[in-house]
């Protein structure tokens, strides 16, 4: 029978670390900076997500840090307060096989961000809740905002809504949201009938990003043979979720490749709390030698 377990560890320099594990699969939350999920992966297998090396093991910094791993933001994207710096410790709570990482209340927001991991007792599958509290003195317009750094060299693919015919189906099914440097004759894209396919090329630095929205969100990232997927039940209206009706969006540059997953924008009062639910899983022995709708059909149906 397999059981969770969560033990202190030192990650790369981050003394205050803290590995969650059923034994096949693990993920690690750092305690010195955050709030963050800096590994998930088979437990002696690779890490799913990107880690900037030089960034590894260090707090402190008066400047936000990319650092990798997956991390809780606020859109619409602000240049400034959506990055503000995570680079202190957080509180780390361990109860009843559950880890909850809160930082302190960001002075330049006035918001407490809390990221909690529940991990299933056997198989690969991780609920990941991020709140994000309001404790200033002033409403906040927000919607919660998870992303994911995936490391370099894989493909991350996101599910359309389901296809019908023309004229059977009149009204539209989901915006395709670009952004101004998108420019989707760049190599990396390829768009299909059922799914958007971005491909990380660590020697492509040019910056590429698109964004969409389905009621039963979900974006994968194939990386050596083994997939990550996550996924979040979109609630609400398309016209109520930010950057022009997103629940998903997914950003590459050279260094790594971002899942992105948002919730609907939420007028915050003053001691409110808003809530976004993600769910991972990871498989092994998984390969696509061609990529069409046919292929990902067959590969991705039976595991998303």
């Known amino acids: 029978m397999s059981y969770v377990t969560i033990d202190k560890t030192n990650f790369q320099g981050w003394a205050n670390s803290y590995r969650i594990s059923n034994g096949e699969v693990e993920a690690i939350v750092t305690g010195d900076v955050g709030p963050r999920i800096i590994r998930y992966g088979f437990v002696g297998g690779q890490n799913f997500f990107k880690e900037f090396s030089g960034q590894l093991g260090q707090s402190g910094e008066a400047r936000w840090q990319p650092r990798g791993g997956h991390r809780l933001w606020f859109a619409p994207e602000d240049p400034v307060k959506t990055y503000a710096p995570d680079n202190g410790p957080v509180r780390i709570d361990v109860k009843d096989g559950v880890l909850e990482a809160t930082a302190p209340v960001e002075p330049l927001t006035g918001l407490e961000k809390r990221i909690v991991v529940k991990m299933a007792g056997s198989g690969t599958h991780v609920e990941v809740v991020h709140q994000i509290r309001n404790a200033g003195e002033e409403p906040f317009q927000l919607a919660p905002w998870a992303l994911t750094m995936l490391a370099q060299g894989g493909v991350g693919i996101h599910g359309f809504p ?6 059977e189906m009149l009204l539209p099914a989901n915006p395709l949201v670009m952004w101004a440097f998108t420019n989707l004759s760049d190599a990396r894209w390829k768009l299909l009938e059922k799914y958007l396919v971005l491909r990380q090329d660590p020697h492509n630095s040019v910056p590429q990003k698109l964004g969409s929205f389905n009621r039963d969100t979900w974006a994968a990232y194939l990386l050596n043979g083994e997939l990550f997927v996550k996924s979040v039940r979109a609630e609400g209206d398309i016209a109520s979720y930010p950057d022009c009706g997103c629940s998903f969006e997914t950003f ?25 639910t993600e769910r991972w899983a990871a498989h092994r022995g998984v390969h696509i030698s061609l990529w069409d709708d046919a292929e990902l059909d067959r590969v991705l149906a039976p595991l998303v």
Do not use: I, K, S, W
């Not at 971002?258 to 808003?274: A, K, Y």
């Open 162 to 167: 389901p296809r019908g015919t023309h004229p």
């Open 252 to 276: 590459t540059n050279a260094d790594f490749l971002e899942l992105e997953t948002l919730g609907p924008l939420t007028r915050l009062q003053p001691g409110q709390t808003v809530t976004h």
